[in-house]
């Protein structure tokens, strides 16, 4: 395959370390600290990166906790709406189920008027889509539907968040702040019932809503006075429009999406589209299709899917009185929820640390190339204390073990998933460093895709078959899944060489090298 039929991953010029190699071999993504335009979000101070970070973070924290925040309201909405606890999940099913296709939505819209504006504007929108949530009447299918308009426009942080992080930190920082990223994706949908059920303790569940506002609201002025527009073209310089002179006209016009329509060579809405088809099905080859990109993508969503079934049903388990269940109150089900908190902090920190040793031992085994496969050996970590967590976690359901060998098996669970969410967000990037947003996308509508499905079918399998089938089988679906990744890392380097988007390898500089 020749250049020309390659796609150039982003590049700073003069940063990229220069190495012999063929003219097959596609370019790189990588840098050490030059590049030609002082405007290069690259360049940008340690300050200003992190401040935007938090600011993304602290949105894609929020996309999750809102969804989980209405757990603790299903019993008393089910009782005020004369529902069984089963209807009353519907507002957290929908909610959850329109963030898939909402994270589609932004990928175009990102690629033509820039990642601010998109971040401004579904945030604004799942602001007054929270206060509606609080003004909502006394029905039922309202509330779901006005749940339903707010999980599609909360996502974009969680879409975005991998090509910000690439579009402002060097490839050497991608996998430490991946980690935070994914943090901050994991642990929102277990503070938001951790909170909601302190608050639901004392307040009405309308109330509820409006102390969340606030908190939605916080992210809208972070985004506003913190974020900055980071897509930046090193190539292709007619997409970075002259800078307006004063502060507050680039606000507003990075803000509005006006700087990023005012760019000539961006791709329109309809290309944007065709983006995340080239992803999902590449024309390049029929192995890509059906082993690489998918592959992954399957893998990420068949693991994560029971996160999100647990979150939303364990609440059922707990609440019963004895002999059917534990009998927990509201402050009860809130304190239970540090456990998967934890396991999220627990995870960072392992993978904070392990993954910088898989890539820095792949960079010297290579010597200065960087193989993205090598990401994966993260998974195998994770897959013991996935499907143990999970197996377990279903017996002492069944059995009623001690509320605190149920925390620690979820816990452990939710660690195994922090670490294989990294892993596999890290590894996408690594493939698609020119379709960051479309990669991110894709896991994303896979991941609440699949966690949509469950809460529907969650309770009544396991009150047919029983918590430990029922668990037992989602830990056996999880192993089975696994089998996959051996596969990725044996070919997928070749599959990488067979398709247009994804380079063939990473070039590090020396200076990586050594540290």
Known sequence: MTADNKQTPSLAPPALETV??????????????????????????????????????YMTFMTDFLAGYGVPMIIPQAKEWKLTPADSTRSLSGNTFTQGFGSLMAVPFAGRFGTLPVMFWSTFMTFFMTIACALCPDDWIGFIAIRVVQGFFSTAAQVLGMTVIQDIFFFEEHVRKLGIWGWSILIGPYFGPFLASFIISTQRWRTAFWIVSAFVGLGLILIIFLMDETSFDRTDHRNNPPRPETYWKHKVQTLSGVYGYRAQGKPT????????????????????????????VFYHGVTYMWSVGINGSLVLFLVPPPPKGYGFNSV????????????????????????????????????????????LWAIYFSTAFNAVGL??????????????IIALLWGAYIWSLMISTVATSAYALDCFPGNSAAASALLNFTRVLHGFLVPFFQNKW??????????????????????????????????????????????????????
């Open 269 to 296: 809405l309809l290309q944007g589209c065709l983006e995340i088809w080239k992803v999902f099905i590449p024309q390049d080859s029929v192995f890509i299709l059906l082993y690489h990109t998918n592959s992954i």
């Open 20 to 57: 012999e190699r063929s003219l097959t071999t596609p370019p790189s993504v990588l840098t050490d600290g030059t590049t030609y335009d002082p405007n290069d979000p690259l360049m940008w101070s340690w300050k200003k990166k992190h401040l935007v970070l938090a600011s993304v973070c």
């Open 332 to 375: 009860g089900i809130g304190l239970i929820y540090f456990a998967p908190m934890i396991g999220v902090v627990l995870g960072e920190l392992w993978g904070h640390f392990f993954n910088d040793f898989i890539q820095s031992r792949s960079i010297r085994k290579n010597k200065g190339l960087f193989e993205p496969e090598s990401r």
């Open 462 to 515: 396991a009150n047919a078959v029983g918590a430990n089938w029922s668990f037992g089988t989602q830990a056996i679906v999880c192993v089975l899944a696994f089998g996959i990744i051996p596969v990725v890392q044996r070919y997928g380097k070749r599959w990488r060489e067979k398709s247009s988007l994804s380079p063939d390898f990473i070039i590090v500089t020396k200076a990586e090298q050594q540290t």
């Open 391 to 404: 197996g377990l976690l279903g017996i002492g359901l069944k059995n009623l073990w001690t509320w605190g």
